[in-house]
């Protein structure tokens, strides 16, 4: 409960346009936080964005294809308070408003 924003980041592996990806990392990144929302958290405190491709972890080819397709988890506010130098949207290349 002391955490009261959750930044849920969706990453994808660069196998589509930039747009594409861009639409499936915030699609899977909603989901992400629709169960979220299935198992009893507020959508309020949910903030999913998109990074598509952008941000690989590894090279971005067919050998690392699980390590960039993933979901990353931050704390975005803690007991209301925003995180120092965290920005809720985390520069992402979209996101989209808590209850959206």
Do not use: W
């Not at 936080?33 to 903030?47: A, E, M, Q, V």
């Not at 598509?52 to 975005?76: S, W």
């Amino acid at each position: 409960p002391y955490i009261t924003k959750l930044r849920i980041e969706g990453h994808v592996f660069s196998e589509k346009s930039p747009e594409e990806n861009i639409k499936l990392s915030l699609q899977r990144a909603a989901m992400v936080s629709y169960y979220l929302t299935t198992k009893g958290i507020d959508c309020s405190r949910l903030i999913p964005v998109a990074f598509g491709d952008t941000k690989p972890v590894a090279p971005n080819d067919e050998c690392n294809l699980t390590y960039n397709t993933r979901i990353d988890f931050f704390n975005a506010e803690i007991n209301h308070k925003a995180i120092y130098g965290s920005v809720p949207n985390g520069f992402a290349l979209k996101y989209m408003e808590p209850c959206e």
